[in-house]
C-alpha cells in the first residue's frame, strides 16, 4: 500500500571548500502558446523523482514510499495528464516518458527514455524546461515563481546562483556611496543593472549616463566637468557638464576603461576630493554623486599595460560585479523574455510557435540581450495573427540543431540526406501513431510538407495510425 506524506522542509547541500557546489535543478522557461506562464525554479537537492503532469500550476513536495517525489504540474493542454518522470540515478537523472500522447523532446530529439545532463532542453507538450545542475545561491527557496522572488527590482532577478549572491550584494551596497563596477560584454545588461542600483539607492538626483568611449577625446573634460563661457572655441555658454549634471544622484560611467589618460588624472579629483575644476575657471566646484562605472574590458589588466591608471582603478574598485552572457544565463530565458515582452508594444500577448522558441533559447545570442530584444521587436511586428513562427525571427540563421532535429538537413548527397530524413519521419511518426501535426510542431514545419516528404519518400502514413 502507497504511504504518502507532504515534505515540510527540505535542506541543501553545503558548498565545497574549492568553490560552491553543484546541485541539481529544474526550470520551467516557459509555455510557447501561454505568453503569461511564469518562470520557476525547482531545486532537486533533496528529490529523488519528479513527475510531470497537466494541471493547475502547482509543486507539491511529498513522499511516496519512501521516495521524495516532486510533482510539478503545468497548465498546458499540450501534456499528458502523466507527461513522465525524471528519476534519479546512481551516476545520473533519467527523463522516463512511457505512456503520454506525444512523447517528450529533449535537445530537439523525440525521445522515451534518455539521460539528461546540465543544459538539457526538456520540451513537454508546449512546455520547456532546463535541467540544470549548476550552484545555487545561499539560502535558496526549494521552488521559486517568478513574480515572486525576493528582490526588490525586477532587473535583478535571477535563477543562476553566483549573480543571484552578486545581486544580493548590490542591493546591501546601494544606500552606501561605494563604487561600484559592473564588467560585462555588449549587451549584458551593464545600464539597466545600473539604474537598478540607483533606483534602491533612492537618491533624490538624475540619473546620467556616460559613454566614455563615445566622448571626443578634445572634449573630454569640458562634457565630464564643464565649462564657463568662452572658454574654448565653440563655447558660447556656461555648461554645467555632465558630472555636476548628476548632483546628489547616480553618474555610470559606461566603458570607462575607454576614458583617455590625459582624463583619467582629472578624473581622478572628483574621486578624491569630491570635487571638479569646470574648463576655464580656477577654483573647484564641490559635487556629491554616486559613481557606477561600467566596462566590458579587465581594468587589472590595463592597469598591468600602463593603459589605465593604478590610482584610479583603487578608487573606482569598490565592489566590481561580472554580469555572464545571455548563453551562460539560460536559467533566465524565461524571465528575460518575459521582461522584454512587457517593454515592447504588442507584445506581451503575442504566443510563440514550439520550433521558434526552441531556436530563441538555442541560440548562442553573441550580442546577448540587446540583440534578443531587437530580434523581438523585429519578430512582434511581422506577427500579424499573434504567433511569432520561424520566418518571423529574420535575424537568426537558420541552425538545424535550433529550429529541427539535425538529421532533417543533410549535408551530403540526396541518397544519403533521404536515407536519414526517411529514418527520422518514420521514427517520428511511430512514436505520434501517424499524427502529422504532431511531427510538423517537433520538425518546426508545415504539414504540407511533411506529406510531401512522405510521398517522396513512399512512406505509409495510414499504416502508423493504425
Known sequence: MTQETTITSMSHGPGHEDGPAREPYLVVLAISDDPRAPSSRHLLNAIDEVRFGRGAREARRIVVDGRRVLELHIPDPRMSSDHGRLQRGAVSWVLDDPISKNGSVVNGEVTRRT??????????????????????????????????????CPALSTFVGPLAEGFASLVRLAPTPVSVVLRGDTGTGKEVVARALHALSQLPGA?????????????????LFGHRRGAFTGAVGERLGL??????????????????????????????????VPVGEDHPIKVNVRLCAATHR?????????????????????????????????????????????TLRGASDVRFSPAA????????????????????????????????????????????????????????????????????????????????????????ARRTQIYRWARRLQIDLDGFRH
Open 115 to 152: 539521460i539528461v545532463t546540465d543544459g538539457a532542453l526538456l520540451e513537454l507538450g508546449h512546455t520547456f524546461l532546463l535541467f540544470c545542475e549548476q550552484p545555487v545561491e545561499r539560502d535558496a527557496p526549494d521552488d521559486a515563481v517568478d513574480g515572486e522572488l525576493s528582490t526588490p
Open 207 to 223: 540619473f546620467i549616463a556616460v559613454n566614455c568611449g563615445a566622448l571626443p577625446a578634445a572634449l573630454v573634460e569640458a562634457e
Open 243 to 276: 558630472v555636476r549634471s548628476a548632483e546628489n544622484g547616480t553618474l555610470f560611467l559606461d566603458e570607462i576603461g575607454e576614458l583617455p589618460a590625459s582624463s583619467q588624472a582629472a578624473f581622478l579629483r572628483v574621486l578624491q576630493e569630491r570635487e571638479v
Open 298 to 342: 579587465d581594468l587589472a589588466a590595463l592597469v598591468r599595460d600602463g593603459a589605465f591608471r593604478e590610482d584610479l582603478f583603487g578608487r573606482l574598485a569598490g565592489f566590481t560585479l561580472e554580469l555572464p552572457r545571455l548563453c551562460e544565463r539560460r536559467a533566465d530565458f524565461g524571465l528575460i523574455l518575459r521582461t522584454l515582452r512587457a
Open 357 to 444: 522558441l526552441r531556436t530563441l533559447v538555442t541560440h548562442p545570442w553573441p550580442l546577448n540581450i540587446r540583440a534578443l530584444e531587437k530580434t523581438l521587436l523585429t519578430a512582434v511586428t511581422l506577427a500579424t495573427d499573434g504567433i511569432i513562427e520561424l520566418p518571423h525571427l529574420v535575424d537568426l540563421p537558420r541552425r538545424a540543431s535550433a529550429s529541427e532535429p539535425p538529421i532533417l538537413l543533410p549535408a551530403s548527397g540526396r541518397r544519403a540526406g533521404d536515407a536519414a530524413l526517411r529514418e527520422r519521419l518514420v521514427s517520428l511518426l511511430t512514436v505520434h501513431r501517424g499524427n502529422v501535426l504532431a511531427v510538423s510542431r517537433v520538425i518546426g
